[in-house]
Antibody
Framework: EVQLVQSGAEVKKPGESLKISCKGS????????IAWVRQMPGKGLEWMGI????????KYGPSFQGRVTFSADKSISTAYLQWSSLQASDTAIFYC??????????????????WGQGTLVTVSS | DIQMTQSPSSLSASVGDRVTFTCRAS??????LNWYQQKPGKAPKLLIY???SLQNGVPSRLSGSGSGTDFTLTITSLQPEDFATYYC?????????FGQGTKLEIK
């Protein structure tokens, strides 16, 4: 069974750093992109970007480029999302998700077929 | 970036009803459209990928259609477990944007 298990809830102060994790099991972790998705309180889903654990290739959404960093340790099947200086506006639930790709004749199609349970990050002074 | 717009924002229906959700892309995305369901306090769940394909375990009363810029998710014979928020998402080009969601409520 494919599973993504995320680290627990965090409460931080503005300006602090943070690294949350997403551990995959039940599949070859290095062969699938991992996506990060933000959900601010009472709001919808926002695609933050993706990382390929096999070679740590990353793609960031424009709203998140320079604000967060994705990393992965394929030896322990874990992806990370980190901030160097949190702001109150970073308060949200963050989900990781496995991206499954299918290559058709023209381009690759993909979807998020397994999700972590989410990590609530609260940033407050 | 490709903008995804869902309508309506909310919808009230009864058990047994047929409902249709609409998702429109700001430019053609061919068939690269996925649908997710999210219940309160839970992670999203994949329902349909590549416009038409039902994810394993998803009941056949759900179906997807469309191409280009206009897409629909249809649920026939609503069941109590279907009341949730539904999101579309394009996977044509990064950033893989989501629609703002449609909340399906019990009438």
């Amino acid at each position: 069974e494919v599973q993504l298990v995320q680290s627990g809830a965090e409460v931080k102060k503005p300006g602090e750093s943070l690294k949350i994790s997403c551990k995959g099991s039940g599949y070859n972790f290095t062969n699938y992109w991992i996506a990060w998705v933000r959900q601010m309180p009472g709001k919808g889903l926002e695609w933050m970007g993706i990382i390929y654990p096999g070679d740590s290739d990353t793609k960031y959404g424009p709203s998140f480029q320079g604000r967060v960093t994705f990393s992965a340790d394929k030896s322990i099947s874990t992806a990370y999302l980190q901030w160097s200086s949190l702001q109150a506006s970073d308060t949200a639930i963050f989900y990781c998700a496995r991206q499954t790709d299918y290559s058709s004749s023209s381009r690759t199609i993909n979807w998020f077929d397994s999700w972590g349970q989410g990590t609530l990050v609260t940033v407050s002074s | 970036d490709i903008q995804m717009t869902q309508s309506p924002s909310s919808l009230s229906a009864s058990v047994g009803d047929r409902v249709t959700f609409t998702c429109r892309a700001s430019q053609s995305i061919s068939k690269y459209l996925n649908w997710y369901q999210q219940k309160p306090g839970k992670a999203p769940k994949l329902l349909i990928y590549a416009t038409f394909s039902l994810q394993n375990g998803v009941p056949s009363r759900l179906s997807g259609s469309g191409s280009g810029t206009d897409f629909t998710l249809t649920i026939t014979s609503l069941q109590p477990e279907d009341f949730a928020t539904y999101y579309c998402q394009q996977s044509y080009s990064t950033p893989y944007t989501f629609g703002q969601g449609t909340k399906l409520e019990i009438k």
